[in-house]
């Protein structure tokens, strides 16, 4: 079974600098999705980017791009001039193309401060 | 857009009382799921659902049923209700097809405590 680690419980960041979110996962499979979704304070989860595992070219969605290395098994979240509505609790999340349909699994989770 | 949505944001419950957690979605998404979410342990996957009527246990299914009669509407029923059910549980969907990456939907949540 696939698994998905976020070893950072909590990250703070000034507002416009830029902070990173570690993702790492274990696999024996070499076709899969991975995202990050967001979950705001008292709000529903969102995604905020996602990376297919055969592509190299790494994800962007504006200010938010991931750092994937594949031969690693690590999927890391940039958030780059961040901003008071970045704070929220973020997921990363593995998707298997080749079994399990389109179950997800999460990690456990980072919950972000953005301090002003 | 689509919308996923969770019939209780906020519900609290005696010990063996039986809860219903109501989800639905109005994208005609064929996939339905539950996860609980707790603290310091992320997202886990109660049940899932392929189709009408069909289900399928995901990694925490103990003390947890479900119901899908309709394609929009997926149910999770805590049969009795126990204190360690105390948690926020996420109702999800998506579409799968040829290309996708199977993105999940999410309800605003429902927090369940059982006293």
């Known amino acids: 079974a696939q698994t998905v680690t976020q070893s950072q419980p909590e990250m703070s960041v000034q507002e416009a600098e830029t902070v990173t979110l570690s993702c790492t996962y274990d696999?024996?499979?070499?076709?899969?999705?991975l995202f990050w979704y967001k979950q705001p304070p008292s709000r529903q989860m969102i995604l905020v980017i996602r990376q297919e595992a055969y592509k190299q070219q790494n994800a962007t969605e504006n200010r938010f791009s991931v750092n994937f290395q594949k031969a690693a098994k690590s999927f890391s979240l940039k958030i780059s001039d961040s901003q008071l509505g970045d704070a929220a609790m973020y997921f990363c999340?593995?998707?298997?193309?080749?079994?399990?349909?389109?179950?997800?699994?999460f990690g456990e989770g980072t919950q972000l401060t953005v301090n002003p | 857009d689509v919308k996923v949505t969770q019939s209780s944001r906020y519900l609290v419950k005696r010990t063996g009382e039986k809860v219903f957690l109501e989800c639905v979605q109005d994208m005609d998404h064929e996939n339905m799921f539950w996860y609980r979410q707790d603290p310091g342990l992320g997202l886990r996957l109660i049940y899932f659902?392929?189709?009408?009527?069909?289900?399928e246990k995901g990694d925490i299914p103990e003390g947890y049923s479900v119901s899908r009669e309709k394609k929009e509407r997926f149910s999770l029923i805590l049969e009795s209700a126990s204190t360690n059910q105390t948690s926020m549980y996420l109702c999800a969907s998506t579409q799968l097809w040829l290309g996708s990456s199977g993105e999940l939907f999410f309800g605003e949540g429902s927090r369940l405590t059982v006293l």
């Open positions: 659902s392929y189709d009408v009527k069909m289900k």
């Open positions: 696999t024996s499979e070499s076709d899969y999705y």
């Open positions: 999340a593995y998707r298997s193309l080749e079994t399990s349909g389109s179950r997800l699994t």
